[in-house]
């Protein structure tokens, strides 16, 4: 019994989470003497996503990628089902400007219940005792 519940587990593909947002965006301050340097960039991740799994998420790690720059977003907390989570994020991305798209790629959840899910094993893994 308990092998069949891992074959059945182990079909799932896609992400329980959804991300709809992922974007940086530069901010330019504009020095007002030209002897004090060139204008301060500040940049942020607008990161908007959605669990779609019965189960609360409480750890969400993104994978995000800017103009081949890759850094790792985590995001904790209680994510139920269906609700939209929106975030602004601080991010290290000034000097990096690029026409390609930003990416915000999941890769890995933890649940409430205990069980994970990693996109390197494409499925959700849960931690069961044999009877």
Same mark, same amino acid.
């Given at each position: 019994?308990?092998?069949?519940?891992?074959?059945? /587990?182990?079909?799932?593909?896609?992400?329980?989470?959804?991300?709809?947002?992922?974007?940086?965006?530069?901010?330019?301050?504009?020095?007002?003497?030209?002897? #004090?340097?060139?204008?301060?960039?500040?940049?942020?991740?607008?990161?908007? #996503?959605?669990?779609?799994?019965?189960?609360?998420?409480?750890? /969400?790690? #993104?994978?995000?990628?800017?103009?081949?720059?890759?850094?790792? /977003? /985590?995001?904790?907390?209680?994510?139920?089902?269906?609700?939209?989570?929106?975030?602004?994020?601080?991010?290290?991305?000034?000097?990096?400007?690029?026409?390609?798209?930003?990416?915000?790629?999941?890769?890995?959840?933890? #649940?409430?219940?205990?069980?994970?899910?990693?996109?390197?094993?494409?499925?959700?893994?849960?931690?069961?005792?044999?009877?």
């Amino acid at each position: 019994m308990l092998q069949l519940l891992s074959l059945a /587990v182990g079909l799932t593909v896609s992400s329980p989470v959804i991300v709809s947002t992922c974007r940086v965006t530069n901010i330019y301050e504009p020095v007002a003497l030209e002897e #004090f340097g060139p204008p301060i960039a500040y940049s942020s991740l607008a990161l908007d #996503f959605r669990n779609t799994d019965d189960s609360v998420a409480t750890r /969400v790690t #993104f994978d995000v990628t800017h103009g081949g720059k890759h850094t790792t /977003v /985590v995001e904790s907390g209680r994510f139920s089902k269906g609700v939209l989570i929106e975030r602004n994020i601080s991010a290290d991305y000034a000097d990096v400007y690029s026409r390609q798209p930003d990416t915000c790629a999941v890769a890995s959840i933890a #649940f409430a219940d205990g069980r994970r899910w990693t996109a390197s094993a494409s499925g959700i893994t849960a931690s069961a005792t044999p009877r």
